[in-house]
T-cell receptor, first 116, second 115 residues
């Protein structure tokens, strides 16, 4: 069974540009969440989607946005990039909750963004 | 949101038992405690989850006292391959098909296992 796939794995942008990152969840998973990981701030929650609807949002500026498609694939977009946006962006998917389901998050390997 | 506190780093030797404690003083009634392991350039991987008392699986044990204000991940007989960052995650499992609400990851504990 294929895991969570994130593309691209690495990318370099310059300040002011915008970037779109893609996440394909494990087949059957309907919940997708995004995280930013930096050495100084650790792992921070960006947002979570379920059935094409944003369910929760972390404390990030409006430059960070996302969406989910009907096939559960998700994208996140960062506009007007700043140097501080350089980070590893991780996507995770999970099964719908049911009896005995832990709600385990399955993470992709991440997209490493460098802003110059 | 439950804030979590973990030691920044720990050192151990192969074959020893390692216990990593996470403090979460304002944990809510609906919150579960989950631990993840992360290797460099990879996403975190689920280790174990619990609500109260003790949970054990094939790789670890999780001890949660009655007041649930802390939890301890126990790794028996660690090896060099257990060198990684370990995260304590506290969050509520919501009904309706979502996983957690706003998630709170700790800063993570860097575990280094020496030969």
């Amino acid at each position: 069974k294929a895991g969570v796939t994130q593309t691209p794995r690495y990318l370099i942008k310059t300040r002011g540009q915008q970037v779109t990152l893609s996440c394909s969840p494990i087949s059957g998973h309907r919940s997708v969440s995004w995280y930013q990981q930096t050495p100084g701030q650790g792992l921070q929650f960006l947002f979570e989607y379920f059935s094409e609807t944003q369910r929760n949002k972390g404390n990030f500026p409006g430059r960070f946005s996302g969406r989910q498609f009907s096939n559960s694939r998700s994208e996140m977009n960062v506009s007007t990039l700043e140097l501080g946006d350089s980070a590893l962006y991780l996507c995770a998917s999970s099964f719908p909750l049911s009896g005995g389901n832990t709600g385990e998050l399955f993470f992709g390997e991440g997209s490493r963004l460098t802003v110059l | 949101l439950a804030k979590t506190t973990q030691p920044i780093s720990m050192d151990s030797y192969e074959g020893q038992e390692v216990n990593i404690t996470c403090s979460h003083n304002n944990i809510a009634t609906n919150d579960y405690i989950t631990w993840y392991q992360q290797f460099p350039s990879q996403g975190p991987r689920f280790i174990i989850q619990g609500y109260k008392t003790k949970v054990t699986n094939e790789v670890a044990s999780l001890f949660i006292p009655a007041d649930r204000k802390s939890s301890t991940l126990s790794l028996p007989r660690v090896s060099l391959s257990d060198t990684a960052v370990y995260y304590c995650l506290v969050g509520a499992l919501n009904a309706g098909g979502t996983s957690y609400g706003k998630l709170t990851f700790g800063q993570g504990t860097i575990l280094t296992v020496h030969p």
